[in-house]
């Protein structure tokens, strides 16, 4: 090559990498300081959408009539009671249907329906410019993880993790007590009450105490957007996991994953909700607790850790806000997990 053309080039180049560093930390920046919509007033709006699996417009109705007994007005999706094979709708139906929530600026909120699998199929083809601007509460779990971790790691924008509208008992009067906590704990995280949740006592609790801002959700949903343009940022994080119909070899493979990747290495908290389990296979024993497969992985790492924490796919899975700070406490007694103001 040409000296000069190569001493060019080279001059070049290093004025354009500068700007591909501030750009990379702009959106660290981003995802370290979250931004937190408008939390709710009686008379706004919740948008109803099913952006993974099907749901019927008669399933998702105690919940419509229990959020409108909140004061919120309603407002339902085209793919409520759409169906194909597993889906609510098509990719393309679900794809429209979030995106037109997403730019509506007279909703407040949008509840997904209910998880299942899809998201992932649409995720990179929803556009976010106007939900920047204009930032609502995103409220689901499960696969609804997807949307969560995409929202923290581009645009720094807080959601909320909680039950959905397949999770409405059908009639208030007869329902547990649980059920009822828990429903409602949605309704506080949407109007800004402050939130506390507690988890008994475990002898594989890690002791302390820490704030800092909180992330996670679905684990086999973390572990497979690593590398993704939705892998979740949980550096100086307090990190939730659950799960459920996995095989304990196939957690233990996924916390592996969130370890090497280095997930696990500079957290604030650790907080290890329900887990459900598949039988081992007969003569296929993995021979080790859910409690042995985490604390396996972090015994070099000195953050606090919480056990049998509310929340998962479980009846009592409280809302969580991610993207908000929290305070973790663990002691002897049990876990307490608050929001900060």
Not at 24 to 44: C, M, Q, R, W
Not at 117 to 143: A, C, E, H, M, T
Not at 157 to 182: G, L, V
Not at 220 to 230: H, K, M, Q, V
Request: charged letters at 20%; one cysteine or more.
């Amino acid at each position: 090559m040409n000296r000069k053309h190569f001493l060019s080039s080279f001059i070049a180049a290093a004025t354009v990498f500068p700007a591909f560093k501030t750009l990379a930390n702009t959106v660290e920046n981003e995802s370290s300081s979250f931004k937190i919509p408008p939390y709710l007033k009686p008379g706004d709006t919740i948008g109803i959408t099913s952006p993974a699996g099907y749901i019927t417009l008669e399933q998702i109705q105690p919940s419509v009539l229990q959020m409108q007994s909140w004061g919120f007005t309603i407002k339902i999706g085209d793919t409520i009671g759409k169906r194909d094979f597993t889906y609510g709708g098509t990719d393309e139906e679900r794809l429209a249907d979030l995106q037109r929530m997403l730019d509506d600026p007279n909703l407040k909120a949008i509840m997904c329906a209910r998880g299942g699998y899809g998201l992932v199929r649409i995720i990179d083809q929803l556009d976010f410019s106007s939900f920047k601007k204009n930032p609502k509460w995103i409220i689901g779990f499960s696969d609804i993880t997807v949307l969560h971790c995409h929202l923290a790691k581009n645009y720094g924008i807080a959601s909320i993790h909680s039950k959905m509208c397949n999770s409405f008992p059908d009639d208030w009067s007869k329902a547990e007590q649980i059920q009822i906590e828990t429903i409602l704990s949605i309704k506080n995280a949407l109007i800004g009450e402050p939130m506390g949740y507690t988890a008994p006592a475990s002898i594989n609790n890690r002791p302390g105490k820490v704030d800092g801002i909180l992330v996670g959700g679905n684990l086999s949903i973390i572990e497979t957007l690593a590398g993704s343009n939705s892998d979740l940022n949980t550096k100086d994080k307090i990190l939730f996991i659950e799960d459920t119909g996995e095989y304990l070899y196939s957690i233990d493979r996924m916390l592996w994953n969130l370890k090497r990747s280095g997930k696990l290495k500079n957290l604030k908290g650790l907080i290890v909700g329900g887990f459900k389990v598949k039988p081992d296979d007969a003569g296929e024993e993995f021979g080790k607790t859910i409690y042995e497969i985490v604390l396996e992985k972090v015994k070099e790492y000195n953050y606090p850790i919480a056990f049998d924490f509310p929340v998962g796919h479980q009846r009592n899975n409280y809302a969580l806000k991610c993207g908000v700070n929290h305070t973790l406490t663990v002691k002897e007694t049990g876990s307490i997990l608050q929001t900060i103001a």
